[in-house]
């Protein structure tokens, strides 16, 4: 691919954060976080891009507290839904690849196998509910868009299911862990590294109309909320992490009986097919995006 400008909004996020160093090799990445610009300032959002004038606009920022949309309606549909909206135009005035993340959180669980991008959505939150309007809003303003639906993200940075885990399992013994939501754990550094190799594959952005549109990108396998942290606490410990919890202590639990605000996906399971397929190459099993961050971890600790 030729050099490139690249805006990437989000960039102090699990996703964003890893984006910077992959996407490096496309081009100039200029990095801006909520601090830099305000998706509420709808007028600023535009100004940028103009000024800016990129050839690729990755948008890994969004509104991700689950619970919190229910009750603030307003600001989670600004940024994940009219935000997006804004970033396609302008990316079709000039003529920029834009590159929007979603979530498994667009639908209601309820299928019994894996979900294909052709399925049809049907959130159950104000979450889900205005990243779907935010992919709509993309696929409806910008011909040169690609959306990545994921699921149960981890990384290095930020806060996430796996880093929980890990801490709960280092103060208690018997932890209480939901075992009837089936989903696949995928790392940001996986969603980074894939968003990158498709980029650069796409080498003149209108030699192949086909390429662009909505793929599901997620490691291979799947699992319960249940199996993943048994399988965390079972790596940490053979890698010498100080744990007071074994996978023989953790508690299975239902749904019914860790209730929440906002009814979960039972199952978020994404089909990513599609993407191999178009884009030529395979995916890990999620345990082996575990081990490596798991490791990470503990070069870290040694480090400290």
Excluded at 35 to 54: C, M, S
Excluded at 67 to 78: C, I, K, M, P, V
Excluded at 172 to 198: C, E, Y
Aim: proline share 3%.
């Amino acid at each position: 691919m030729s050099y490139n400008t690249i805006l990437l909004f989000g960039s102090n996020g699990q996703i964003g954060h890893e984006l910077i160093k992959t996407l490096d090799k496309l081009g100039e990445v200029i990095q801006l976080s909520r601090k830099d610009v305000d998706f509420e300032d709808t007028d600023k959002l535009r100004y940028v891009i103009n000024n800016i004038q990129p050839t690729i606009i990755v948008n890994a920022a969004a509104y991700t507290a689950v619970e919190q949309a229910e009750f603030d309606l307003r600001t989670a549909h600004t940024v994940n839904a009219t935000a997006p909206k804004i970033l396609a135009e302008e990316a079709q005035k000039i003529g920029s690849i834009l590159v929007q993340y979603s979530t498994d959180y667009v639908f209601d669980g309820k299928k019994q196998s894996s979900y294909h991008e052709n399925d049809s959505p049907n959130p159950q939150s104000v979450y889900g509910a205005t990243k779907l309007a935010g992919e709509n809003n993309v696929m409806q303003s910008c011909k040169k868009h690609l959306i990545f639906r994921t699921s149960w993200v981890f990384g290095m940075h930020g806060n996430n299911f796996l880093k929980t885990i890990l801490r709960l399992a280092a103060q208690q013994k018997n932890l209480r862990i939901v075992s009837d939501q089936t989903g696949v754990p995928t790392s940001a550094a996986l969603v980074a590294t894939m968003t990158a190799r498709i980029l650069n594959k796409i080498s003149d952005a209108n030699s192949d109309e086909d390429c662009w549109g909505l793929y599901h990108l997620t490691s291979k396998g799947k699992t319960s909320w249940y199996g993943y942290a048994s399988y965390v606490i079972s790596q940490a410990l053979s890698l010498g992490f100080t744990l007071t919890a074994s996978p023989e202590t953790l508690i299975p639990i239902t749904t019914a009986d860790y209730p929440l605000s906002v009814n979960r996906p039972a199952n978020s399971c994404l089909d990513t097919e599609k993407i191999c397929l178009y884009f030529n190459f395979d995916l890990p099993d999620w345990k082996i995006e575990v081990n490596k961050m798991l490791n990470s971890l503990m070069l870290q600790q040694k480090c400290d």
